[in-house]
């Protein structure tokens, strides 16, 4: 959540107006205008070019993923999974596709905990043995076939040329390698890439990758199927045992994208289309959504607000913690988490001035998750888009390359509960509904989401582990705000997730007196956090026909409109 922007008078707009433009827009076959915003140049770059092409945004969401899994390789890619929320004009369909990485048949509840039964260190998040099965090359496929209008291999061809033809080193990417230079030392193959003569190279340097581009040209070839089946799968497999892992080639066989019904409830006069599980995203913004739909935010000062939006987070949080988890291995109560009477419930424990201790809500066990992972956000002059967020979880993932495979595996397994009681790097609880199993997936944070009203659209996302929520959270509070683009990526963040019990901020989120307001209530703080996300938005104002497109200034992205 993020709370530098003040609401800004839209009022001054009439209603018939609004209600004119608001049909004109529905009567209107789609902006006009194709916009992305993702973490790189050269990906939102790949993107427009296959629009300019003649391909829908589903292809460019296809080539953005793509180059993405090249040059922003600590974040996503050919070893990792994600989240594809669609939407196509032509019929209104709107799809969740999950390609979120499964756990492998060998894999079992206890599998990184030693003989003390304590959670042994690092286990679940350096090597293969912290690797789920991956979904992108899948993914690309199934959105390829089914949803888009180009062939797969001509969306992947900007991301093969520039891994065989090599992309300068930019800082933030320095930067990862650097933190985690030792662990991608002790991979053969990750080294060759990302070091040089096993030093950080310098900003500038050539990243060239011979053995990525030789993969992605595979799955291309075969629409992702040699990746999954055959000669590949059954070297990949075996190198992943080799090194301690616990794939096999029936695993990678196995492997399925599934499309989900999106979650969708209403706030105000907003539709709110989004994630569902395996992602906890789109339920506990329903949860603290529906907890603020009983009060009149737009009457309040501006602490109080603050505080109503922590105590909404806090119990959502909670819920997320005990509840959620895969929904083809856990029964999850939905209509909870959309049941304005379950939300009535909630509100009926918050004081207006007091901060509740999150001791005093009822307790759940905990579990883990963590950093890296990317967004982007797609609209084609058609309408159609895409809002995707895609990971291999921590910088680098299992910062483990299979032998002459040329891609890092994910360490998304990191993303169970590995064990009750141990709080993860973002410090997220989790339940028995998030254990380990063989084929499940990890409760994610990831939530790609569409927002609606008779005024205009918003396509938000963001990396951040477990502040992916609370940041989608605030950007759409700001964009019904009347926010811009630029201003929602850039407002400062403000995040509370249950537990640790502290509101944590980022610099300029409150003023002095916000937070004086806020301590006399009880609420603590927390700074210091140095991952906030990377938020990548675009919005379309039915009224002016504006479109606009806006990367987070804390990362190296860029938003264009064309
Ligand atoms: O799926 C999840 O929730 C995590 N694997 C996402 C990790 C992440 O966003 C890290 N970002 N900084």
């Known amino acids: 959540m993020s709370a530098r922007f003040r609401p800004r008078a839209l009022a001054a707009l009439a209603a018939p107006v609004l209600w004119l433009a608001a049909a004109l827009a529905l009567a209107a076959p789609g902006p006009g205008r194709n916009a992305i915003a993702s973490a790189h140049p050269l990906a939102t770059q790949a993107g427009l070019d296959v629009l300019a092409a003649g391909g829908n945004a589903v ?17 996503s890619g050919v070893g990792g999974g994600g989240f594809y929320l669609v939407h196509i004009a ?4 709107d799809v969740f596709v999950d390609a979120r990485e499964s ?56 991301a093969i040329r520039i891994a065989r033809d090599g992309f300068p080193l930019y800082a933030r990417l320095q930067n990862a390698i650097r933190v ?20 950080v190279p310098a900003v500038g340097a050539m990243i060239r990758q011979p053995d990525l581009a030789r993969t992605l040209e595979l799955i291309a070839r075969s629409e992702a199927r040699e990746f999954y089946r055959g000669r590949f799968a059954e070297r990949l497999a075996a190198a992943v045992t080799r090194d301690g892992g616990l794939w096999s080639a029936e695993d990678l066989a196995r492997y399925r994208v599934i499309e989900r019904e999106p979650v969708r409830f209403r706030y105000r006069d907003a539709t709110i289309v989004t994630s569902p599980p395996p992602s906890s995203g789109g339920l506990v913004l329903a949860d603290a959504f529906g907890i603020l739909a009983g009060y009149e ?38 209509e909870q988490f959309l049941s304005p009477l379950y939300a009535a419930g909630q509100r009926t424990s918050i004081r207006l001035d007091r901060a509740t201790p999150s001791d005093l809500l009822r307790p759940v066990y905990t579990g883990e998750e963590s950093p890296s992972t990317t ?37 998304t397994m990191d993303d169970f509960a590995v064990a009750a009681g141990t709080p993860n790097a973002f410090e997220l609880v989790g339940a028995d509904a998030n254990s380990i199993a063989p084929g499940k997936r990890a409760l994610s944070s990831m939530t790609p989401t569409f927002v609606e009203t008779p005024k205009g659209l918003l396509i938000v996302g963001s990396p951040g582990g477990s502040t992916i929520i609370s940041n989608v959270f605030g950007c759409v509070l700001h964009w019904l705000d009347g926010a811009g683009a630029a201003a929602i990526v850039a407002a400062p963040r403000l995040h509370h997730q249950y537990l640790p019990d ?12 916000e937070r004086a307001a806020l301590e006399k209530r009880g609420h603590t703080f927390r700074t210091g956090r140095s ?13 002016t026909g504006r479109v606009e497109a806006a990367s987070d200034p804390r990362g190296f992205g860029a938003g264009l409109v064309y």
Do not use: C
Not at 502 to 513: C, F, K, S
């Open 531 to 543: 991952s906030w996300g990377n938020t990548q938005v675009v919005t379309w104002d039915y009224a």
């Open 180 to 199: 985690k230079q030792a662990q991608l030392a002790a991979s053969k193959d990750a080294a060759a890439v990302f070091l040089d003569h096993g030093q």
């Open 375 to 411: 967004h982007f956000s797609v609209l084609d002059h058609d309408g159609n888009r895409v809002a995707a967020t895609i990971s291999i979880n921590l910088f680098f993932g299992a910062t483990y390359v299979a032998p002459g495979t040329g891609f890092l595996l994910n360490d």
């Open 502 to 513: 502290a509101v944590m901020i980022e610099p300029g989120a409150l003023t002095a007196e």
């Open 59 to 75: 292809d460019a969401a296809v080539a953005v993923s793509a180059v993405l899994a090249v040059v922003e390789p600590a974040s």
């Open 103 to 158: 756990a492998p048949g060998k894999a079992r509840r206890d599998m990184f905990l030693g003989p003390d039964g304590k959670p042994r260190s690092g286990a679940s998040i350096s090597g293969p043995l912290a690797a789920g099965i991956p979904g992108e090359p899948a993914a690309w496929a199934h959105l390829a076939a089914r949803y888009g209008r180009l062939p797969l291999a001509q969306s992947l061809a900007a």
């Open 90 to 93: 032509a019929d209104g369909h």
């Open 297 to 334: 935010l737009g009457t309040l000062d501006s602490a109080t607000r603050i505080h109503l939006e922590i105590e909404a987070l806090r119990r959502a949080y909670r819920d997320r913690a005990e509840y959620l988890g895969d929904p083809d291995f856990v029964k999850i109560p939905v």
